[in-house]
């Protein structure tokens, strides 16, 4: 590094039904082992809405295959993705970090990529975060990265790239169990069995597992003076899914998928640090195949999500303190730290919302000058409620953890609906067009921001509530893209992209207003992010070895960010409704002097290159590598932010490589490394950045296969124990650090 500067307790019941599986297998007759993985020649991009074949993508596109996922360290699909070029993802996992900023960065941009499971959304229908503890990998079949501007197919979000899941179906009555033990009290194990009832019918039942105890990511030299009583931050999070797959006819088929999950972490390891979110999804679908060349598919979705989440804090209850070590401040001296600890909460959460949605496309095929057609009607319908609680920070006087300073009630509702069509062409045989088009048509009601001030006192009496109801928004989007692939030679092809997207503002944005020392106060009137990209790449096959090159260009508008009100700046209304009439940054009744509001004040331009290939070099060893360089900046801003300047958090240079090797038939290893350059941590206004120096992580994996149904596995991550850090600090003490090294073993079975 550099600077220019109550646990739950385990649930055993899967546990143990785990183990008697895996004692069942001994005994129980087995399917044959399954093939390898299938060949990525064959593989189909159905993130692309048309089955497009992987080496007929006119976009830069990445196939995880479950042979890549089955051999990777990684044990949750954020961290796994980390090795995929053109992706920027914390070194934190998931699972030790707020939910409310699981986000990963695209090609230089940030909260731009729209991440699906089946071709369904997985993002909060609040803050538009990804829910990664709903996809365990044990439920992955593969992952397609189809990078650049998607919205043309997708809709909302498909800015820097679209991430498509898809799940493992039921091909036979087999099952599979696993089970791993790790570093930092990290368990997880994982039950599946599917059901082949018939020629028509077939069942899948899973559940998935993952616990940890954690690990302390704060600098262990500044804990004591700025973090009081913090600790580890553990989590456990559960999956239950059910699959039916219905097929009565040769042309008509069926889907229905239900699951529950839930997830519970305590960040930071504080008395009131719990996050849990608890989720029921059911997805269906019905696919009618028209003739030999055309087909309708139909689906629905639907999700309820229950969020209750603390954000929790400690301090010194020393008289000369007040209490509380600022992170930003000096620090607790050492008389200061001899006092006693007090946990206390600074806010809490009460959130609920629904998503539901559905698509209709059809497709048809022909041996003409069109090729292809698609058509399709996207809808998707979101609401939500996010009742917060801010607490004061307790004193020697009054050390009560949840006494009561402002509450904030925000709610409202998005739709969208989308109409899309794909055209692909070929006017010559090596030569292929595709044209996009779509017209998306959104809406924000239903809103309201209200917020009401109790009094410093031991019992706080409530004053006036501010706010109430807050404008509706209704927006239309066109976002058209046109592509080209040209079969140079039978081992070359070059190909080319120009698309237009968009991303919408989420519902935290628009209605969630929110701070306890300070306000952030939302606008319902934003804007939504547009961006126009283009691209130009070659992708050149040489036998069993592969390479490609991609140059990548995205300008984007009205970025949302946020500024400070002050005497100077316009007051906008919402903000009124809240503070205040006659409210222009000093401190009044009802808002501190320091006030933000969101607003469309940034403009952005990212370009690069993206390197990639893959090497056969022998039957029983292979080589990956890429290599990414990223210039990421604002080209215009209304909030004092530089421009011309690289932006926080995207290093210029990121490269890495993986090598698979067989030792014997049934022994196999993996090896991968990843480099990011040196980078800003810090605001860009920052007096004395923060910056993180250009590191190295090593990762290591083994497995061996015992016989058909047994496979034992070793992993270690971080090999070397790189201390280092890809988030956000303003300071030093505020640095948060990945993931420290970290082992595990696992026993996979089939039965």
């Known amino acids: 590094m550099t600077t220019h500067l109550r646990r739950p307790a385990p649930s055993t019941p899967l546990?143990?039904?785990?183990?008697?599986a895996v004692l069942a297998a001994f005994t129980t007759p087995t399917a044959a082992a399954q093939d390898a993985a299938t060949q990525?020649?064959?593989?189909?991009v159905t993130a692309s809405r048309s089955d497009t074949r992987l080496q007929d993508m006119p976009l830069h596109t990445t196939v995880l295959t479950q042979e890549d996922i089955r051999r990777s360290p990684a044990q949750t699909l954020d961290q796994l993705l980390r090795n995929v070029s053109g992706l920027l993802v914390p070194g934190s996992p998931a699972y030790t970090t707020d939910p409310t900023g699981h986000n990963i960065k695209f090609r230089g941009m940030d909260k731009k990529v729209l991440v699906l499971v089946d071709g369904v959304p997985a993002l909060d229908p609040f803050y538009t975060t990804i829910q990664w503890f709903k996809v365990p990998l044990s439920a992955i079949e593969r992952i397609e990265i189809v990078r650049g501007g998607g919205s043309s197919l997708w809709g909302n979000l498909a800015v820097g790239g679209v991430i498509n899941v898809i799940t493992r179906r039921p091909t036979s009555n087999s099952g599979e169990a696993s089970m791993s033990i790790g570093s930092h009290g990290t368990k997880t194990v994982a039950l599946s069995k599917n059901f082949v009832l018939s020629d028509a019918l077939s069942l899948s039942l899973s559940a998935d597992r993952f616990e940890t105890d954690g690990y302390n990511n704060t600098p262990g030299r500044l804990r004591a003076a700025y973090w009081p009583g913090r600790g580890k931050s553990s989590a456990t999070a559960d999956n239950f899914r059910l699959g039916v797959n219905y097929q009565p006819l040769p042309d008509l088929g069926g889907f229905l998928r239900v699951g529950y999950h839930q997830q519970n972490e305590r960040i930071g390891g504080y008395a009131f640090g719990e996050n849990q979110q608890r989720s029921p999804d059911v997805q269906l679908g019905v696919t009618k195949r028209i003739d030999a060349s055309s087909s309708v598919m139909a689906t629905a979705y639907m999700q309820h999500v229950n969020f209750d989440k603390y954000n929790g804090a400690g301090c010194y209850a020393a008289a000369t303190y007040a209490c509380g070590a600022s992170v930003s401040g000096a620090g607790a001296s050492t008389a200061q730290q001899a006092g006693a600890t007090l946990q206390y909460a600074s806010s809490h959460d009460l959130l609920t919302y629904r998503e539901r949605g559905g698509s209709v496309v059809y497709s048809s095929r022909w041996q003409s000058l069109l090729k292809e057609l698609q058509v399709g009607l996207d809808y998707r319908y979101i609401s939500g409620e996010d009742a917060q609680q801010s607490f004061r920070t307790p004193t020697a006087a009054r050390p009560e953890a949840l006494r009561v300073q402002r509450t904030n009630d925000g709610a409202g509702a998005q739709e969208f609906t989308g109409v899309f069509s794909q055209f692909k062409l070929r006017p010559l045989e090596p030569l292929e067009f595709t044209l996009g088009l779509r017209v998306d048509h959104f809406s924000s009601f239903a809103g309201r921001a209200v917020q009401t001030n109790y009094s410093n006192v031991a019992n706080p009496v409530a004053a006036a509530p501010t706010g109430g109801a807050v404008p509706n928004s209704h927006k239309t989007a066109f976002d058209p893209s046109l592509s080209a692939r040209y079969e140079l030679t039978d081992d070359i092809d070059i190909r080319?992209?120009?698309?237009?997207?968009?991303r919408a503002p989420g519902l935290?944005?628009?209605?969630?207003?929110?701070?306890?020392?300070?306000?952030?106060?939302a606008n319902p009137l934003l804007a939504p992010e547009t961006m126009v990209g283009k691209e130009i790449g070659l992708d050149w096959k040489l036998g069993s070895s592969a390479f490609g090159i991609t140059v990548f260009e995205a300008e984007v508008k009205d970025m949302v960010a946020t500024y400070g009100i002050t005497s100077s700046t316009p007051v906008p209304d919402a903000v009124k409704n809240i503070c205040?009439?006659?409210?222009?940054?000093v401190s009044n009744s009802a808002c501190p002097g320091t006030v933000s509001f969101y607003s469309n004040g940034q403009d952005q331009k990212a370009w690069g290159v993206e390197i990639d290939g893959k090497w056969a070099l022998s039957r029983d060893l292979s080589l990956s590598a890429y290599a990414t360089r990223t210039q990421s900046h604002y080209t215009h801003t209304t909030t004092g932010d530089p421009v011309d300047t690289q932006l926080s958090l995207v290093p210029r240079l990121v490269t890495g490589a993986s090598l698979a090797w067989r030792t014997t038939e049934r022994w196999s290893q993996y090896a991968d490394v990843r480099y990011n350059s040196s980078m800003t941590l810090s605001n860009l206004t920052a007096a004395t950045p923060i910056r993180q120096g250009g590191y190295a992580v090593f990762n290591l994996g083994t497995t061996y296969r015992i016989n058909e149904r047994f496979e034992v596995a070793g992993a270690l991550t971080n090999v070397f124990d790189k201390r280092y850090t890809d988030s956000s600090a303003s300071n030093p003490q505020g640095i948060s650090y990945a993931m420290p090294r970290a082992g595990r073993v696992s026993l996979h079975v089939h039965f």
Do not use: D, P, Q
């Open 508 to 521: 935290n944005n628009l209605y969630r207003s929110f701070g306890s020392s300070s306000i952030s106060i």
């Open 580 to 585: 205040g009439s006659g409210y222009a940054g």
């Open 40 to 44: 990525l020649e064959t593989v189909v």
């Open 496 to 502: 080319g992209s120009i698309y237009k997207a968009f």
């Open 15 to 20: 546990f143990s039904a785990s183990f008697l």
